[in-house]
């Protein structure tokens, strides 16, 4: 398009996409450029009259009017940037270009949008902190703290919880509940009456206000909400599955979620989703490498490594601990009669019963096949050993009822004590290894201390 050379100064300005104005000492528009409208949201004589800080946002004021000061001085500013409140309610960014023409007694501004440009950086800030947070956080909770943390620096976010669904149990839980009126709800099945059963069922987020709320907890039957409610929910999706929820709710009625919004909390989700399963994973992985699949006791590897950090503290304190080393017996004659499955459920079976027979501070393993061992931490005497044996010695010896069948298996025990019987650790597990062989030996369904006499 050419412009004629006789078209007024004002229409050019009006050509511009930035905001052109003239201020005031006090900040009162005295003029404005028709693109105010898609910047601010007024038309120009919307505005005239009112001042820069009507419009500013609240928590900038105190900065902004400190620079207007430095600008009124003489000292003009190319690059500041603050923010305003759009005409609809939501915040826009802006930089500006601002000048004082003392003559004049004016300001003269520039204002430039920069709310994309700041939503990008803000994206960006948020994939860095919330892949930093995967990364250093200990666990997951230390996890959703954080990232509720830089929610908040994005979104109102006082109230924020995390959903996350088991689908093979049906099991709905939240491991991260923020609300200024209600608890935690309890884990239980997925259910269909709830803004958040409808995210995970659907894998669609949901953003609702107050009145879309009431009409679809009106078209599920539900009573209605007990308080105004602005709601934002995105699943957390990993791969084709949704495993849960990430949701902010706003009772105090000024806060207006939006697409934008909407669009930023799916973004942080959909990091949070993926640093869920990597934590997920490395736990199993870890889990793996110290217990046993089938049973889920400690392996030999960690059974050992507490049994050396157990004789250390007792070394050190003058302490005494046990060791004591079991296995079935007629267990190989039952995984070739009945089959490696029933053999498993059986081997599930005592380990259940063998954690019932010891306390929290102590540990039983097992190390391969059908041997198991317990670490019986801070005994006072030999005698406290032997009633564990025993009390080990009558559990696991009750008939076992595995898939209709009535199975007989009973342990041979074997008892080390230290300091008595050993010194290290590989001394003690030997010791009592070799004391469980005598009273297999011996016909089984026993104990044998080292060194002592058969137990019948």
Not at 226 to 245: F, Y
Not at 387 to 402: D, G, N, Q, T
């Amino acid at each position: 398009m050419t412009l004629k050379p006789h078209l007024p100064h004002d229409k050019l300005l009006d050509l511009l996409l930035d905001v052109v104005c003239v201020v005031d000492k006090e900040g009162r528009f005295l003029s404005v450029s028709a693109a105010s409208e898609r910047v601010f949201g007024y038309r120009p004589e919307e505005m005239l009259g009112r001042t820069t800080f009507d419009m500013m946002h609240p928590d900038d004021r105190v900065a902004g009017r400190a620079l207007v000061e430095q600008i009124n001085l003489g000292q003009p500013s190319a690059d500041h940037e603050n923010r305003y409140i759009h005409k609809d309610g939501h915040i826009v960014h802006i930089m500006w270009s601002a000048q004082w023409l003392e003559a004049e007694q004016v300001r003269v501004g520039v204002a430039r949008d920069i709310t994309r440009r700041k939503h990008a950086e803000t994206m960006q800030a948020a994939l860095y902190a919330i892949s930093q947070a995967a990364h250093s956080a200990e666990d997951l909770q230390a996890l959703y703290r954080r990232v509720h943390e830089v929610i908040g620096q994005l979104l109102p976010a006082e109230n924020f919880f995390v959903a996350l669904y088991d689908a093979t149990n049906d099991q709905l839980s939240f491991p991260y509940y923020v609300d200024r009126f209600d608890a935690p709800p309890s884990p239980g099945p997925l259910g269909s009456d709830s803004f958040c059963a409808e995210v995970i069922r659907s894998g669609k987020a949901l953003l609702l206000t107050p009145e879309t709320a009431a009409l679809m907890l009106a078209k599920n039957g539900t009573l209605a909400a007990k308080h105004s409610l602005d709601w934002l929910g995105v699943p957390l999706i990993s791969g084709t599955d949704t495993i849960g929820a990430l949701v902010l709710q706003s009772y105090c009625g000024s806060v207006r979620y939006s697409e934008q919004g909407k669009e930023l909390l799916q973004f942080v989700s959909s990091q949070l989703a993926a640093a869920i399963v990597r934590k997920r994973t490395h736990s199993r992985l870890e889990f793996l490498a110290q217990y046993d699949q089938l049973t889920e006791l400690p392996n030999r590897a960690l059974f050992l490594d507490r049994l050396r950090s157990s004789l250390h503290r007792a070394q050190r304190d003058s302490l005494r601990l046990a060791v004591l080393y079991l296995d079935m017996d007629n267990f190989k004659q039952i995984n070739d009669t009945f089959g490696h499955t029933t053999g498993d459920h059986l081997l599930r079976e005592v380990a259940h019963r063998l954690r019932q027979c010891v306390r929290e501070s102590d540990t039983a393993g097992r190390l391969g096949g059908d041997e198991f061992a317990v670490l019986l931490q801070d005994i006072g005497k030999l005698e406290d050993a032997i009633l564990v044996a025993e009390k080990i010695l009558v559990a696991l010896s009750v008939p076992y009822l595995l898939e209709g069948k009535t199975l007989i298996s009973a342990p041979s025990l074997g008892i080390a004590v230290y300091p008595e019987h050993g010194q290290s650790d590989l001394h003690l597990l030997r010791h009592a290894d070799e004391a469980m062989y005598v009273a297999k030996r011996s016909g089984g369904k026993r104990y044998i201390v080292v060194e002592a006499p058969v137990k019948q």
